[in-house]
């Protein structure tokens, strides 16, 4: 518990899928992203009807998880406090988010669950690419990237998002079928 994870996946993948950061629960106890809690039970449903998981469920680090042509990371290497991060342990993961981000050279579209996830990313481009325009998240909504690559906002699988309808199963697994689109 409470040790830093990093991304896992296909490392030849074009599709990136980022998140906040490992949950208190699922990815800090289990050691994988997205793994062993309520996010990772949404999310991998959606990843498998999308065809891109192997399976619809991320329970440990050992459970058979294989994910075809993405990779997934996050933005927070480690559980913020309540859930917020600040700017300051944002600057101090980043240099972790960038090195993934270039190791990733079948890259195509990003996939990023939520607008800290998205801000991460734009942050990424604005400062390696002297990238003046602002994107604001919506979800579904793509932005083309100086590099040739794709930025997909998306709605986080959260409890809170998929309680309150914000985002279901159809919705989700719509935008990664899409995704795959520009792959």
Not at 43 to 52: G, M, T, V
Not at 75 to 86: G, S, T
Request: charged residues 25%; contains cysteine.
């Amino acid at each position: 518990w409470g040790k830093p994870i990093t991304g896992f996946g296909d490392e030849g993948a074009n599709i990136l899928i980022v998140g906040l950061a490992p949950a208190a629960h699922g990815g800090t106890r289990t050691g994988r992203v997205f793994t062993g809690d309520k996010s990772s039970e949404f999310l991998y449903q959606s990843l498998y009807k999308a065809k891109i998981a192997n399976q619809p469920k991320s329970e440990h680090i050992n459970d058979g998880l294989k994910i075809n042509n993405a990779y997934i990371t996050t933005a927070l290497r480690c559980v913020p406090p309540n859930d917020k991060p600040k700017k300051k342990e944002l600057e101090n993961c980043n240099n972790f988010f960038n090195q993934e981000i270039n190791l990733l050279k079948n890259c195509k579209i990003i996939v990023a669950l939520g607008k800290i996830a998205f801000d991460t990313c734009f942050d990424f481009y604005k400062i390696n690419y002297n990238m003046k325009k602002k994107f604001l998240f919506k979800h579904g909504k793509k932005y083309n990237l100086p590099d040739g690559k794709i930025l997909l906002g998306c709605y986080h699988p959260s409890p809170r998002n998929v309680n309150t309808g914000r985002i279901n199963l159809q919705k989700m697994t719509k935008l990664f079928l899409n995704a795959k689109k520009f792959t």
